[in-house]
């Protein structure tokens, strides 16, 4: 077997050239708006935006921090400023029914003007309208019809009289009405004196009477509709007056927004209630207590202003609750009564961005599934339809406005989880968001890209004021964006981070008294943005230092060693070793995990253990039957594991107790295994390595401890200099291996063995395979001896 590749310090991580920058600071380097690394984000937002057909609006997924916000905002801003400005949008009183409030769409700043232009109008209808009434002119033409209405009323009562004097009766004016009562001596008759009277002269008073009564009931009909018509008259003449006034004051705003037909509509209905209810002008007259107001009706209420925008609009709405996002319907309380009208129609997000662009992130919109809701069927529709929400108490009447037509681009910018979770679940979602612009997390570490990540650096100290950055720090900015993307080849597209920490260095570096950004300041802000957050893995560090937790960096120990987990608490991610112990004793139960017994692991750690069961069968099981129970353990461990980064480490404690051959603890393990023993790529290998690094640091460096990680992982280290450096002077090792065998050399210091053409292991004596198959087969021979002595005593 070739030797096992020690990496060398050049292989721990990569250092950036900064020589081939073409500048001393970042001052040299114009500032840049240029989108990074997402050549496939931008090219479907692009398109996305570019494309007016129905239901293509955008998705954006990634990483927060990738540059999806800011790349959206410069394309909207580039497009919407070259877009045409919407149309405004009004509420008005419907005067046929008052519960939909009518919509009407005017020029972009031509609602502002409407708005005024109707409350200038409703100012001079209360003002001219009431003078028109105390002119001469009305005043004679009413006193001409009350004049003439009085003397017919009195010409006909006058009749009656008469005619009741020639029969001596008497027409009397009572408090419930007009009575006729028969006169004696001029005077009505008294009751007594009708009495007295024959039964005869009683019946002819009666009779005449009657008739009187007939001619009187005429009589007043006859007034009832002379008044009538004086009152028509009157109307006649009120409305003559406010359709002068009206037409005076609404033809002007009739020739003013000729070209919109709503609008001119609307007036013209304006005109027709005004004169319709011309008693509410008339001083005095009207029910103006029960109404409050009564020329309310006429203002209008501008929902939508685009008087000052330029472009298209690009909305963009942080908390896009139901309300916030189609519009509402506000409220009033009159006399302890919730009462509303037109004038509280309020808008939506929707509203303010039809005609444009209105971003969302998807988190914040399905955290109200009755926005999501919403928004899906005004896209469905086409329309923006104000709706007030059930809320299961007894409501006060409220409006049906009516709704607007949508014609917006809606932008979601969310994770690829959520994407993925609305394209299966809801049958809505690809039909309304046809467009998947997918930024990625890292792109290729080439010369080009490392230049732009210094365009990038320079961008933030031009824009935000901040100390400009040497060659050699913006090349430790580089390093740390490989650092983030986890592979020595890639950088990290997550801006926003890399922002954070040149506004730290720059901050760092006026605390140091220095104008420009050096490498020492770059590393003390990556060092106190750890230290931070790393107050968890000080405590578990401490508890290993204090032997609380039993991890062992020296000596040799049968059937245990060290493995290798990533723990992520918040924004932190470290490594930390886990002592795993195998025990194997003669019996037929196989391998068992304690940790799956007691359901602590999760079902990849369950497929590592169930592929060793095939690594050992496959290779030790070829000639007789595989005999043995084996438990495994990860030990002190009471908050579960999963994945199968850890089974490389259980199959070499495997072996160590199935050979009896110790295993120095000073080296840690991780790597996922295969059935035929190849040892696979795992996650985390730089946080591992480190993790373990610390704790031998802590007890001090012995020069024999070390790592052992899958050789396909090489290009995923960037580890810290001071572990480099370790490496350099030869105080820590780190090797990469292919194959299990490789591994068991290094760990326990005896060949792993080759298999004869038969699969019979070579030389027990002085092999790991040889010495395992040895102990198997002997485990077998117990078994069955066993099991046989047992039977016989049963017998």
């Known amino acids: 077997m070739s030797p096992v590749a020690e990496l060398s310090p050049a292989d721990l991580t990569r250092v950036c050239d900064d020589s081939r920058f073409p500048f001393?600071?970042?001052?040299?380097?114009?500032?840049?708006?240029?989108?990074?690394?997402?050549?496939?984000?931008?090219?479907?937002?692009?398109?996305?935006?570019?494309?007016?057909?129905?239901?293509?609006?955008?998705?954006?997924?990634?990483?927060?921090?990738?540059?999806?916000?800011?790349?959206?905002?410069?394309?909207?801003?580039?497009?919407?400023?070259?877009?045409?400005?919407?149309?405004?949008?009004?509420?008005?009183?419907?005067?046929?029914?008052?519960?939909?409030?009518?919509?009407?769409?005017?020029?972009?700043?031509?609602?502002?003007?409407?708005?005024?232009?109707?409350?200038?109008?409703?100012?001079?209808?209360?003002?001219?309208?009431?003078?028109?009434?105390?002119?001469?002119?009305?005043?004679?033409?009413?006193?001409?019809?009350?004049?003439e209405l009085e003397a017919q009323r009195n010409r006909v009562l006058q009749e009656v009289r008469d005619r009741a004097a020639e029969q001596g009766f008497a027409i009397i004016r009572m408090p419930h009405g007009l009575i006729i009562s028969p006169l004696q001596d001029g005077k009505p008759m008294e009751l007594e004196a009708y009495q007295a009277l024959s039964a005869e002269q009683q019946a002819a008073l009666d009779t005449a009477r009657q008739s009187l009564e007939r001619n009187l009931d005429d009589a007043l009909g006859t007034v009832a509709d002379l008044e009538q018509r004086a009152r028509d008259e009157i109307d006649v003449l009120d409305r003559g007056v406010a359709s002068s006034v009206a037409d005076h004051l609404v033809e002007p705003l009739?020739?003013?927004?000729?070209?919109?037909?709503?609008?001119?509509?609307?007036?013209?209905?304006?005109?027709?209630?005004?004169?319709?209810?011309?008693?509410?002008?008339?001083?005095?007259?009207?029910?103006?207590?029960?109404?409050?107001?009564?020329?309310?009706?006429?203002?209008?209420?501008?929902?939508?202003?685009?008087?000052?925008?330029?472009?298209?609009?690009?909305?963009?709405?942080?908390?896009?609750?139901?309300?916030?996002?189609?519009?509402?319907?506000?409220?009033?309380?009159?006399?302890?009564?919730?009462?509303?009208?037109?004038?509280?129609?309020?808008?939506?997000?929707?509203?303010?961005?039809?005609?444009?662009?209105?971003?969302?992130?998807?988190?914040?919109?399905?955290?109200?599934?009755?926005?999501?809701?919403?928004l899906k069927r005004a896209l469905l529709d086409g329309q923006i339809r104000i709706e007030e929400m059930a809320t299961g108490s007894i409501a006060a009447k409220t409006l049906d406005p009516e709704p607007v037509p949508l014609n917006a681009k809606i932008i979601l910018l969310g994770s690829a989880t959520l994407y993925y979770?609305?394209?299966?679940?809801?049958?809505?979602?690809?039909?309304?968001?046809?467009?998947?612009?997918?930024?990625?997390?890292?792109?290729?570490?080439?010369?080009?890209?490392?230049?732009?990540?210094?365009?990038?650096?320079?961008?933030?100290?031009?824009?935000?004021?901040?100390?400009?950055?040497?060659?050699?720090?913006?090349?430790?900015?580089v390093e740390y964006s490989s650092r983030l993307a986890g592979r020595q080849d890639r950088l990290a597209t997550r801006f926003g981070e890399l922002a954070d920490v040149v506004r730290e260095a720059s901050y760092w570096a006026g605390e140091a008294g220095r104008e420009i950004?050096?490498?020492?300041?770059?590393d003390s802000a990556i060092r106190e943005r750890v230290l931070r957050a790393n107050l968890p893995e000080e405590q578990?560090?401490?508890?290993?230092?204090?032997?609380?937790?039993?991890?062992?960096?020296?000596?040799?120990?049968?059937?245990?060693?060290?493995?290798?987990?990533?723990?992520?608490?918040?924004?932190?991610?470290?490594?930390q070793p886990s002592r795993v112990t195998a025990r194997t004793y003669m019996g037929d139960d196989g391998v068992v995990s304690i940790e799956r017994e007691v359901k602590l692991a999760g079902p990849i750690h369950d497929r590592g253990v169930l592929t060793l069961i095939g690594y050992l069968g496959g290779r030790y099981a070829q000639s007789h039957p595989l005999s043995l129970s084996a438990t495994l353990a990860f030990e002190q461990n009471y908050t579960g594991v999963d994945g199968d980064s850890a089974s490389s480490t259980e199959l070499y404690a495997l072996l160590s107790s199935l050979s009896d051959l110790p295993i120095h603890q000073g080296i840690a393990v991780t790597g996922s295994v295969d059935q035929w023993g190849n040892i696979q790529p795992i996650g985390g290998a730089t946080e591992k390595i480190e993790g373990f690094f610390d704790v031998c640091a802590a007890r001090g460096l012995t020069g024999d401890q070390g790592v052992i990680m899958p050789a396909a992982n090489k290009r995923d280290l960037v580890l810290r200099d001071d572990v480099v450096q370790a490496v350099a002077s030869g105080q820590f090792h780190v090797w990469a291996v292919e194959t299990i065998d490789e591994g068991l050399e290094l760990l326990t210091g005896v060949p792993a063995g080759e298999p004869t053409p038969d699969g019979v292991q070579l030389d027990a004596e002085g092999s790991v395979h040889g010495a395992v198959q040895a102990r198997l087969r002997q485990l077998a021979v117990e078994l069955e001896s066993f099991a046989r002595e047992r039977c016989e005593t049963q017998d």
Not at 266 to 283: G, Q, Y
Not at 285 to 295: I, L, V
């Open 254 to 374: 009739k020739e003013k927004w000729a070209a919109e037909e709503e609008a001119v509509l609307h007036l013209n209905l304006v005109r027709d209630d005004i004169i319709a209810h011309v008693e509410d002008f008339r001083p005095g007259e009207g029910n103006k207590s029960a109404k409050q107001d009564p020329f309310r009706r006429y203002v209008v209420n501008l929902i939508v202003d685009h008087g000052e925008t330029t472009g298209a609009p690009v909305i963009v709405e942080s908390n896009p609750t139901y309300h916030n996002l189609i519009g509402r319907i506000e409220y009033e309380v009159r006399h302890g009564v919730p009462t509303t009208d037109f004038t509280n129609i309020k808008a939506g997000a929707l509203h303010r961005g039809n005609g444009g662009y209105l971003v969302l992130r998807a988190s914040d919109l399905l955290d109200d599934p009755d926005s999501w809701q919403a």
């Open 421 to 477: 979770m609305l394209f299966a679940l809801d049958e809505d979602f690809p039909k309304l968001f046809k467009v998947k612009a997918d930024f990625d997390s890292d792109m290729d570490r080439t010369p080009e890209n490392e230049e732009e990540v210094a365009l990038f650096v320079a961008g933030r100290c031009h824009d935000e004021d901040l100390r400009h950055f040497d060659r050699r720090s913006v090349g430790r900015i």
């Open 517 to 522: 950004v050096n490498a020492a300041d770059v």
């Open 24 to 147: 001393e600071t970042t001052a040299e380097l114009p500032f840049s708006k240029k989108i990074i690394g997402q050549g496939r984000g931008t090219r479907a937002i692009e398109f996305g935006i570019g494309i007016s057909s129905p239901g293509f609006n955008i998705y954006v997924l990634g990483m927060g921090g990738t540059g999806r916000t800011t790349t959206i905002e410069r394309f909207l801003q580039e497009e919407a400023a070259a877009g045409p400005v919407p149309h405004d949008w009004v509420y008005v009183q419907n005067f046929q029914d008052l519960r939909r409030p009518r919509a009407i769409r005017l020029p972009p700043g031509e609602g502002a003007r409407f708005r005024d232009a109707m409350s200038v109008l409703v100012d001079d209808l209360m003002r001219q309208v009431p003078k028109a009434f105390e002119t001469e002119e009305y005043k004679d033409a009413l006193a001409s019809i009350t004049q």
């Open 540 to 575: 578990l560090r401490r508890l290993v230092r204090d032997g609380m937790l039993f991890i062992d960096t020296s000596g040799m120990v049968v059937g245990q060693l060290n493995g290798l987990a990533v723990i992520q608490i918040g924004d932190h991610s470290f490594g």
